[in-house]
């Protein structure tokens, strides 16, 4: 008798357990509101999205963009011996960029018969567009920031949905769609993501007009990846071209060139959407936990071969 209601209890006291882990394991899982990053933030204090793996559902991201049937022109500089990137780059991006989306590429460069042939996947093309080299990288990276103003004033604004500009020393790992987009977007740059702002690299001198003081700023972002909408990205390049010519007539070049300027823009002009450094690595820097994966990142590169000048 004593063993059966035994039995018993230990029947209940198991039925109960079950009961009790289907529940977790369901309300972990299918629960639409949980955090499902809480080791990372996923907001800014503005409350523009941060994307992080495990913040979006690819599929209902898909189901909201597809049918929009969107355009995004993307813009890759390659200019003097960085056209050796630009294989890998596209190679890369075929597999993973914005796969089912219309994407044009425009590649700037001084060597276009050096431009490799990348077979595009459907609704993807690449235009090539000559542009005069310079035997300075400083240079080359910040004029970015003009040819891009004119490439939208002239050919994209009213024609492509999204635009982003990529810096071509990179590579695609994984996965980058729709979740990306936003009217107005940057990335937060690896190597100073979690830092205090008074490490950011911002230009702190008062003569230039990048000059960020030490009590400001929200991130530092990298120059590698601009997105958004044509008219904001036209806006933030247009800018920032004009904050460097200022600074050019005024004899100084600000710490991270155009970089510096875009981040003195992001401060006053608020991105809409940041991209975690899972969408601007550097594949020499060392993994942290909450990096669960990389989609695009900086390859390895000897500086000293490869820029025209120190
Ligand atoms: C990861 C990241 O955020 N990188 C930024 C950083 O250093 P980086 O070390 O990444 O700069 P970089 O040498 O890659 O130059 C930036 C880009 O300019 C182009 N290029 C440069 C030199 C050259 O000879 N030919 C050529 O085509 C190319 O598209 C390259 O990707 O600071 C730069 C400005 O100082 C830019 O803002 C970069 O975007
Ligand atoms: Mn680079």
Redesign the pocket.
């Known amino acids: 008798m004593r063993n059966m209601t035994l039995n018993f209890y230990l029947r209940i006291t198991i039925i109960i357990t079950a009961f009790l882990v289907v529940g977790l394991v369901f309300l972990r899982n299918y629960t639409p509101y949980r955090n499902s990053r809480p080791d990372v933030p996923t907001t800014s204090l503005w409350l523009a999205p941060i994307v992080w793996d495990g913040t979006f559902d690819v599929k209902m991201i898909d189901n909201i963009y597809k049918p929009k049937n969107i355009t995004v022109a993307t813009t890759?500089?390659?200019?003097?011996?960085?056209?050796r990137?630009l294989k890998d780059l596209l190679e890369s991006a075929e597999q993973h960029f914005m796969v089912g989306y219309r994407v044009h590429y425009y590649v700037?460069?001084d060597l276009p018969d050096k431009v490799p042939a990348v077979t595009m996947g459907e609704g993807h093309r690449l235009t090539v567009i000559k542009t005069a080299?310079?035997n300075r990288?400083?240079e080359?990276?910040?004029r970015?920031m003009e040819l891009l103003e004119k490439l939208i004033k002239n050919e994209l604004m009213n024609k492509v949905d999204y635009i982003f500009s990529?810096?071509?020393?990179?590579k695609f790992y994984s996965h980058w769609g729709a979740e990306s987009l936003g009217d107005l977007v940057g990335?937060l740059?690896?190597w100073f993501f979690g830092s205090y702002r008074n490490n950011f690299p911002y230009e702190r001198r008062p003569e230039s007009q990048a000059y960020i003081p030490y009590e400001e700023g929200d991130y530092y972002y990298?120059?590698?990846?601009i997105g958004g909408r044509p008219e904001n990205v036209y806006k933030l390049a247009k800018t920032c071209r004009m904050q460097l010519d200022v600074d050019r007539s005024n004899q100084i070049e600000a710490a991270?060139?155009?970089?510096?300027h875009?981040n003195k823009y992001f401060l006053y002009n608020k991105p809409t959407k940041l991209l975690s450094p899972e969408y601007?690595w550097?594949d020499t820097k060392w993994k942290f936990n909450h990096m669960k994966v990389v989609r695009f990142s900086?390859v390895v590169?000897n500086?000293a071969e490869?820029?025209?000048n120190p």
Do not use: M
Request: aromatic letters at 16%; zero cysteines; a negative charge.
């Open positions: 890759v500089f390659a200019l003097g011996k960085y056209v990137f700037f460069t080299g310079s990288w400083q080359i990276s910040l970015r990529l810096d071509v020393d990179s990335v740059h690896a990298g120059g590698a990846v991270w060139q155009e970089e510096s875009l601007l550097d900086q590169k500086y490869i820029r025209p």
